[in-house]
């Protein structure tokens, strides 16, 4: 933390590389909540004076402190004090895009952790619909293709802040704004067009939720777009990228024509937790590395705390485990079977 006032740029560096280990790796709470002033204020030092690698660096550490402070009073105070900095390098067309990518995620991270006026959401919304959407991007005009982390980072951040907005400004989203989203499917980026797809697949979902009908003058356009990218099959792009994008599209086409969801189901040790909207998704994406974070978001309660026979009874033993997987080989070699002898058949 002193090395944060270092004259030497590469000091700072490694004091905030430093940082940035110590704060995704442990709970440091109640250390952090005694020295706050301190490291914000050197924190603002760092966004204002340093450039590209150490003003990234500060954003990163900016969003873990607050993800450290949570919701309460500590960590809004963190947010606004460093909400306009955060907002004058995202917006800054001049500063680095590593810079402006890193202010991105932490502006919608804290801003969903720590803000407690309805006024700093929408804010925040405004300027990073302004990254991924300039105004030459609007319906029908063509999708962003330079600094794709960036238009990643600003639209993941805004999806996020979608989740907690009220229906009043959900409504305005829903009349026009949203509009600006199906371009993004057109990018040349496969990460921009999968959180593209994504978010429409968000905004359909809050507009059923309010029971109010998604106007699109060119709706069986949209979904002609979705059934390429859910089909695409051309050769110039990677195979995994390929395969990733028909798999999400597959599911974000299964939602749009008929409202069904495929719901996917984490496991950490005995417990687990189901998401089953995109809303969910969107939020489980964005704190699933902090995990008392997530508890408290996700409603989950304190952790199970099990004693030395239950935690034995829980486990499956070795023999146990081979006779499943074993059982579960024959069925996958089967069902194999069964579809090489319909190829077969056609051909």
């Given at each position: 933390?002193?090395?944060?006032?270092?004259?030497?740029?590469?000091?700072r560096?490694?004091?905030?590389q430093?940082l940035?280990?110590a704060?995704?790796?442990?709970?440091?709470?109640?250390?952090?909540?005694?020295?706050?002033?301190t490291?914000?204020?050197?924190?603002?030092?760092?966004?204002?004076?340093?450039k590209?690698?150490?003003?990234?660096?500060?954003g990163?550490?900016?969003?873990?402190?607050c993800?450290?402070?949570?919701?309460?009073?500590?960590?809004?105070?963190v947010?606004?004090?460093?909400?306009?900095?955060?907002?004058?390098?995202?917006?800054?067309?001049t500063?680095?895009?590593s810079?402006?990518?890193?202010?991105?995620?932490?502006?919608?991270?804290?801003?969903y952790?720590?803000?407690a006026?309805?006024?700093d959401?929408?804010?925040c919304?405004?300027?990073l619909?302004?990254?991924?959407?300039?105004p030459?991007a609007g319906?029908?005009?063509?999708a962003?293709?330079?600094?794709?982390?960036?238009?990643?980072?600003?639209?993941?951040?805004?999806?996020?802040?979608?989740?907690?907005c009220?229906?009043s400004?959900?409504k305005?989203?829903?009349?026009?704004?949203w509009?600006?989203l199906?371009?993004?499917?057109s990018?040349?980026?496969?990460m921009?067009r999968?959180?593209a797809?994504?978010t429409?697949?968000?905004?359909?979902e809050?507009?059923?939720d309010?029971?109010?009908?998604?106007?699109?003058?060119?709706?069986?356009?949209?979904h002609a777009?979705?059934?390429?990218?859910?089909?695409?099959?051309n050769?110039?792009?990677a195979?995994?990228?390929?395969?990733?994008?028909r798999?999400?599209?597959?599911d974000?086409?299964?939602?749009?024509?008929?409202?069904?969801?495929?719901?996917?189901?984490?496991?950490?040790?005995?417990?687990?937790m189901?998401?089953?909207?995109?809303?969910?998704?969107?939020?489980?994406?964005?704190f699933k590395?902090?995990?008392e974070?997530?508890r408290e978001?996700?409603?989950?309660?304190?952790?199970?705390?099990?004693?030395?026979?239950?935690l034995?009874?829980?486990k499956?033993?070795?023999?146990?485990?081979?006779?499943?997987?074993?059982?579960?080989?024959?069925?996958?070699?089967?069902?194999?079977?069964?579809?090489?002898?319909?190829?077969?058949?056609?051909?």
């Amino acid at each position: 933390m002193d090395n944060l006032l270092d004259k030497s740029t590469k000091t700072r560096q490694v004091a905030l590389q430093s940082l940035r280990l110590a704060f995704s790796s442990k709970t440091l709470s109640e250390f952090l909540l005694e020295r706050r002033l301190t490291i914000t204020d050197s924190l603002e030092k760092c966004l204002k004076k340093g450039k590209g690698e150490e003003q990234a660096l500060a954003g990163t550490v900016l969003t873990l402190l607050c993800l450290q402070m949570g919701s309460g009073p500590e960590g809004e105070e963190v947010f606004r004090s460093l909400k306009p900095l955060l907002i004058s390098i995202l917006t800054d067309s001049t500063a680095s895009p590593s810079a402006r990518q890193s202010c991105a995620m932490a502006l919608g991270m804290c801003c969903y952790i720590a803000a407690a006026d309805l006024e700093d959401v929408i804010l925040c919304l405004s300027c990073l619909e302004g990254v991924f959407s300039p105004p030459s991007a609007g319906e029908g005009g063509s999708a962003p293709t330079q600094h794709g982390p960036l238009h990643c980072s600003a639209l993941q951040s805004w999806s996020l802040l979608l989740t907690i907005c009220p229906p009043s400004h959900i409504k305005s989203v829903l009349d026009n704004r949203w509009l600006k989203l199906p371009p993004l499917l057109s990018s040349s980026s496969v990460m921009l067009r999968i959180l593209a797809g994504e978010t429409i697949a968000l905004v359909f979902e809050l507009a059923h939720d309010m029971e109010e009908d998604l106007c699109h003058q060119d709706t069986e356009f949209l979904h002609a777009q979705l059934k390429v990218l859910a089909t695409e099959s051309n050769k110039y792009r990677a195979k995994m990228d390929r395969r990733k994008q028909r798999s999400i599209f597959r599911d974000i086409l299964r939602f749009i024509e008929s409202g069904e969801y495929q719901e996917e189901t984490i496991r950490f040790g005995l417990e687990c937790m189901y998401l089953d909207s995109w809303a969910r998704q969107r939020t489980y994406q964005a704190f699933k590395e902090n995990n008392e974070l997530l508890r408290e978001i996700f409603g989950l309660g304190p952790p199970l705390v099990l004693d030395t026979a239950a935690l034995k009874a829980s486990k499956v033993s070795r023999f146990e485990k081979h006779l499943y997987n074993s059982a579960a080989f024959k069925a996958r070699t089967k069902a194999r079977s069964r579809v090489r002898d319909k190829r077969v058949d056609v051909l």
